[in-house]
């Protein structure tokens, strides 16, 4: 199976633009969440999903939306990108089924915003 | 938020034993994970403690003692391809994740 998916590998976007990065997972999983991750700082959470049609406001939210109309898809908008929006950026997802919970991490999007 | 502290470098022998440490100050604890990341690539799972103790996986393992809000990742036999970026997650309460800023360790021959 594909596992995690994400597109654009990665992009040039100019300031005040506005840029949907996506998010596929064929895992069924229940759970699905965006991070950034910043040198020094490590990956934060921006925004999370428990399950279709419900999302929440993770560490870093400001300047994100997201949506979760159906299991499979997360996608993350910058609606008026900043340069300090230049990170890498990891969708993860995981079943919430008991247990550990892992997440599991999509390949990353690296955004520059100019 | 959480408080969660690793080492930001260390650097070990191929063959040598390497050991990654990670402090934690949180409330609602409900596991610690260990992710490994190579160089422009996603984190991938290596391990998760929930209750005290050492968990063995191989040339690695972890450990967590709860009352001290400390875990280490124990890495074996260490290998070049070892060379990567080692995260120490803590959960708190339910299923987010709080992520320290990760240990570079670099394998020399």
């Known amino acids: 199976t594909a596992g995690i998916t994400q597109a654009p590998t990665s992009q040039i976007l ?15 999983h229940n759970a699905m969440y965006w991070y950034r991750q910043d ?4 990956l934060r959470l921006i925004h999370y999903s428990n ?11 400001d300047g994100y939306s997201v949506s979760r109309a159906n299991t499979d898809d997360f996608p993350l908008t910058l609606a008026s990108a900043v340069p300090s929006q230049t990170s890498v950026y990891f969708c993860a997802s995981s079943d919430m089924a008991g247990g550990p919970d892992t997440q599991y991490f999509g390949p990353g ?3 520059t915003v100019l | 938020g959480q408080n969660i502290d690793q080492p930001t470098e260390m650097t070990a022998t191929e063959g040598a034993i390497v050991q990654i440490n990670c402090t934690y100050q949180t409330s609602g604890f409900n596991g610690l994970f ?9 984190p991938t799972f290596l391990s998760y403690n929930v209750l005290d103790g050492l968990e063995e996986k ?8 709860r ?11 260490l290998q070049m391809k070892d060379s990567a970026s080692y995260l120490c997650a803590v959960r708190q309460g339910d299923y987010k994740l709080s ?10 021959a």
């Open chain 2, 99 to 108: 992520f320290g800023a990760g240990t570079t360790v670099t394998v020399r």
């Open chain 1, 51 to 61: 399950t279709a049609g419900t999302t929440g406001k993770g560490e870093v939210p």
């Open chain 2, 67 to 77: 009352s001290k809000g400390y875990s280490y990742l124990l890495l074996k036999e």
């Open chain 1, 109 to 111: 999007t690296r955004l």
């Open chain 2, 34 to 42: 260990w992710y490994q990341q190579h160089a422009g690539e996603a």
């Open chain 2, 58 to 65: 191989g040339r690695f393992s972890s450990f967590l003692s």
């Open chain 1, 39 to 42: 040198l020094g700082l490590g």
């Open chain 1, 14 to 28: 100019a300031a005040g633009r506005s840029m949907t990065l996506r998010c596929t997972q064929d895992m069924r």
